[in-house]
């Protein structure tokens, strides 16, 4: 190609109305070929990298090739932002109370919740002893879902199950199985977002619509 004709290339960018754009180019798209104009020219969209106030553009890259190239990480960011913001309902919808207000007035019953203390009790003249359980009521709640753990050393999950408290308590907890009930393990810290915690508190909260809706 001559220098006259490189000169003369137009920009073959597509436009909103189907033309094409037909502006004097000044590069061509590495990706699919097409020359581009000023306009049609990739950019940095960071808002890291820029001379003065103008954004850095891309020499060998055109709009459309960003924004195919774009797509699959704003659909990503657009689905971790509607995930956050349904997580910080859910903790709403526990810490305000209207949780358990709606269980307490669906009539849905709660289970029984003990504590188990594993205390050192002495022999007798304090010769000697032995450790035991020591069970007390933790009180009740209701069931709203199920946590898995697995840590690096384990071979396979642990899984735990997911109770509302009928108290006033502005965290879930984890409980196991225990004879005539459940037994408490440990708090859940609503206010820790990272994945997986802030799942299980979505998925809590929309179990505690379903028992509501399915008992009226």
């Known amino acids: 190609m001559s220098k006259i004709e490189a000169t003369a290339a137009l920009c073959e960018l597509e436009l909103k109305d189907g033309s094409t754009c037909g502006v004097t180019a000044i590069g061509r798209c590495v990706t699919c070929g097409r020359a581009f104009c000023l ?16 954004s850095v553009g891309y ?28 997580w910080r309902a859910a903790v709403e919808y526990f810490k305000s109370g209207a949780a358990r207000t709606a269980l307490l007035a669906s009539g849905v019953q ?22 035991i359980n020591e069970v007390s009521s933790f009180g009740r709640g209701w069931l709203v879902g199920e946590s898995q753990w697995q840590f690096p050393w384990q071979k396979s999950p ?59």
């Not at 990739?42 to 106030?53: P, T």
């Not at 190239?69 to 349904?86: C, L, S, T």
């Not at 504590?115 to 007798?124: L, M």
Request: net charge negative.
């Open 110 to 131: 709660p289970v029984e919740i003990f504590r188990v203390e594993h205390k050192f009790k002495e022999g007798f003249l304090g010769l000697g002893g032995r450790y």
């Open 59 to 86: 020499p060998d890259m055109c709009t459309s090739c960003q924004e195919a190239m774009q797509a699959p990480i704003r659909k990503e960011q657009e689905e971790i932002r509607k995930e956050q913001e349904e």
């Open 39 to 54: 306009t049609h020219q990739a950019r940095d969209l960071s808002g890291v990298i820029f001379v003065g106030y103008v």
């Open 158 to 216: 642990e899984y735990h199950l997911i109770v509302l408290p009928d108290r006033l308590l502005s965290e879930l907890i984890e409980v196991g199985p225990y004879s005539g009930g459940y037994v408490f393990q440990k708090y859940i810290d609503l206010s820790w977002s990272p994945d997986p915690p802030h799942k299980w508190t979505i998925a809590a909260a929309q179990a505690v619509k379903r028992l509501v809706r399915a008992s009226n």
